[in-house]
């Protein structure tokens, strides 16, 4: 997305797991989201510890009907339910499995709902938001001033349309405040319904949680935008054949959160919201083209691995496989304490670039992506990271070699441009930038002692 502003989304997920930047997606329909180094942590434990239960009795087609428990639907909105679930099933070309437990509420009843289980969320991983927001505040994409927790807090209570629960296989939606469901609740439906639907027959809600418990943070945010792009396009299909024009400007009207939800949230908060969503639709675009909805079930069985994947869909084709180079032992190497490790993706080296360059430069300095790994250390009181990125050539490491070089002025506040060997400090702090051939090591820290440390443990390697 365009770094100038936030644009609005039509509807976002139910998973939140941060990494540095993807704000990966929560199979619902909101404005929140999660990624690597930085995303909501657990914020799709946050929605999947959701314990209440309603349904609807469903009859599903290609399946046997069974009685579901008994729901607080009232017969029109019970209808309603049963009328698009058919509708987006035929769509997307699959039957449904089982039945699902469906409850409509108020968006105040929902917004309550997320903002008590994010309260018990935040409080169970204090000390991992707590991690997260430091790094983040060291690459600068968020602000010094910035509570974490609290600003996570607000874009998931405020930005909620509904969700679909993965785990529990049920699905919540807000706008229960009418006795027929309003055009932007009906296509909140279709999105919500896409995930139960497709949930039932590739289960990516079990395969999403073992990708999050192995920190594969880049497959989580591939996978995600799969799942999110895939709703966004049936949503978007069901509008254009079951909504009239004015029924689909009352749903873009009331699909969004109020605005004052995103007016003070850090922009790289919100396109890592937004990615799963606006660039997942294009990934999955690009595959329905490919062959129809057949193509984009086969991507369910062979799913994106990289944000690469889905920034360029045609890398999923020609690139399937990367490899992240290889990174010494930071903490035993430099005597510091371990903070963190992981994979930074080509999403979140656009987004770092992006704080202090044109958009559009940030974007093509990133590109050319072939893995990375990063280590976070703490030294003392200073916070040390090093990320080793394998560009796919020599023309593309060394175009991200001079745009960090030109970045790192920015983010340490010099007046002067690196030296000779790529070191920049200022009093904002101190890094360093060395390209390889094809390689690209980016050292940042606090102080200028402490990059020093992790540049002699990085480059020694």
Not at 41 to 58: G, H, L, M, N, Y
Not at 256 to 275: E, H, N, R
Not at 397 to 411: I, Q, S, Y
Not at 447 to 458: G, N, S
Request: with cysteine; hydrophobic share 40%; aromatic share 6%.
């Amino acid at each position: 997305m365009d770094d100038d502003g936030p644009r609005k989304p039509g509807r976002l997920n139910d998973s939140t797991k941060t990494t540095i930047g993807v704000l990966v997606a929560m199979v619902v329909v909101l404005i929140v989201a999660g990624i690597g180094i930085a995303t909501v942590r657990d914020a799709q434990d946050t929605i999947e510890r959701v314990k209440e239960s309603a349904a609807t009795t469903s009859t599903v087609p290609g399946a046997t009907a069974t009685t579901a428990p008994a729901s607080d639907l009232t017969p029109e909105q019970s209808r309603v339910v049963e009328e698009i679930k058919a509708q987006v099933a035929a769509i997307r070309g699959l039957p449904w499995k089982g039945t699902l437990p469906i409850k409509v509420l108020t968006k105040d009843q929902l917004a309550q709902r997320v903002r008590a289980l994010n309260a018990k969320e935040i409080a169970e991983n204090r000390e991992e938001l707590t991690t997260d927001e430091s790094i983040l505040k060291l690459l600068r994409l968020i602000g010094k001033d910035v509570d974490y927790a609290k600003t996570l807090d607000a874009i998931l209570a405020g930005g909620v349309l509904g969700f679909y629960d993965d785990e529990l296989k049920e699905l919540f939606v807000g706008g229960g405040g009418t006795a027929t469901p309003d055009p932007a609740t009906r296509a909140t439906l279709a999105h919500e319904l896409t995930h139960a639907l497709t949930d039932q027959h590739f289960d990516f809600g079990t395969r999403t949680k073992a990708l999050d418990d192995a920190d594969k943070t880049e497959e989580v945010a591939a996978f995600s935008a799969l799942i999110e792009g895939d709703a966004e396009l049936v949503a978007t299909l069901w509008q254009d054949k079951h909504l009239s024009a004015r029924e689909r400007q009352q749903a873009a009207n009331g699909s969004s959160a109020d605005p004052g939800v995103y007016a003070s949230a850090p922009p790289y908060l919100l396109a890592s919201l937004f990615f799963p969503y606006e660039d997942g639709l294009n990934f999955v675009q690009s595959r329905y083209k490919a062959g129809g909805f057949a193509e984009v079930d086969k991507a369910y069985r062979n799913p994106p691995t990289s944000t690469e994947h889905i920034l360029h869909p045609e890398t999923y084709v020609s690139s399937p496989a990367w490899t992240a180079p290889s990174l010494p032992d930071l903490a035993a190497a430099t005597g510091c304490g371990k903070v963190d490790s992981g994979t930074l993706g080509e999403f979140d080296m656009g987004q770092v670039l992006a704080r202090q360059l044109p958009s559009t430069d940030a974007h093509n300095a990133a590109a050319g992506w072939n893995g990375d790994a990063y280590g976070v250390v703490r030294c003392g009181a200073a916070l040390g990271l090093a990320d080793r990125w394998q560009a796919d050539d020599m023309a593309a490491a060394t175009r991200l070699a001079d745009a960090l070089a030109r970045w790192g002025r920015g983010w340490s506040g010099s007046t002067r441009n690196t030296d000779a060997e790529g070191r920049f400090t200022g009093p904002n702090g101190s890094g360093r930038v060395v390209r390889t051939g094809g390689r690209v090591d980016l050292i940042l820290a606090d102080d200028a002692a402490t990059a020093d440390k992790v540049a002699r443990a990085l480059l020694a390697a």
